[in-house]
């Protein structure tokens, strides 16, 4: 992953939009189910500026991001200033897949979101991640939607540019932050995570109905409530989770069977 410094701001505006507000609710949303009711150790990698690590630590979870964008890691770091509550759950490391390991305690969750669709190949990625996650743990990807490209170009109007993308089925597309990025397809993902003796949890589909909105969009409370619980609704359901610009894919280690 490389040059990702350069559209940190871009990713910071989007991420305060309503639209990016949805990614992330939906996100945590899912993530909030699957982990313990107590306080979790997680790993957050390809943190960005920090938006999920500090959502789950607010959440009363234990949590380390790691990025390998020294902007984005200070941007973090500044949001973590501004919750000295939260000081005491977050830790900010600069560092990438080459140097993450699971020496000492594991981690009760592995999380790398919006990341792969920045790599050629998921294989070695998901095999690293997948390295991180011991008994019992939970591994969550947030990757772009293979299955969706040219949806977001043909509902703003774009015929132009959709119709090559879907007639050719590309795995490629210019993403929100003007940057050409790769799709993944859910059930690929899975058999990754299967590969390197994970067992995958249900996958969902994330910005179905919204994607298309820029992040001038501004609802007010009680919209964004309606189209959050919309979102949240289709998100579990074929056919509609397979038109989400993004999905979500998780997946856990069996605990020790033991003898």
């Known amino acids: 992953m490389t040059g990702f410094d350069s559209v940190g701001a871009a990713y910071a505006a989007h ?7 949805l990614r992330h609710d939906l996100v945590e949303r899912r993530l909030l ?3 313990p009711a107590t306080p979790a150790r997680i790993l957050d990698v390809g943190c960005g500026n920090g938006e999920m690590t500090l959502r789950l630590a607010a959440a009363g979870h234990h949590v380390t991001g790691v990025d390998p964008a020294a902007t984005m890691l200070a941007a973090a770091a500044d949001r973590l200033a501004a919750r000295p509550d939260l000081a005491g759950r977050v830790r900010l490391d600069n560092a990438g897949f080459q140097s993450l390991s699971l020496d000492g305690e594991p981690f009760d969750a592995v ?3 919006g990341v792969l669709m920045y790599l050629d190949d998921p294989g070695e990625a998901v095999a690293r991640l997948a390295g991180l996650v011991a008994p019992g743990v939970l ?5 772009k939607n293979r299955r969706a490209i040219g949806v977001r170009e043909a509902l703003v109007g774009d015929s132009e540019t959709a119709r090559p993308l879907i007639v050719s089925e590309a795995d490629r597309s210019v993403g929100n932050l003007g940057r050409e990025t790769r799709g993944d ?3 690929a993902l899975d058999r990754l995570a299967a590969e390197h003796g994970l067992v995958p949890l249900p996958w969902q589909g994330v ?3 919204h994607d298309h909105f820029d992040d001038t969009w501004a ?3 009680a919209a964004y409530a309606a189209a959050l619980e919309l979102e949240w609704t289709a998100s579990s359901r074929s056919p509609h989770r397979d038109m989400g610009h993004l999905v979500h894919t998780l997946a ?3 605990e020790w069977s033991g003898s």
Do not use: N, Q
């Not at 305060?16 to 507000?21: C, E, I, T, V, Y």
């Not at 591994?139 to 990757?143: E, G, K, T, V, W």
């Open 185 to 187: 397809d859910p059930d």
């Open 33 to 35: 189910a699957e982990l």
């Open 252 to 254: 856990r280690r069996p």
């Open 15 to 21: 991420s305060d939009s309503a639209r990016g507000g």
């Open 207 to 209: 910005r179905i109905f």
């Open 111 to 113: 999380c790398c979101h």
């Open 219 to 221: 609802p007010d409370l």
């Open 139 to 143: 591994l969550s990807i947030l990757a």
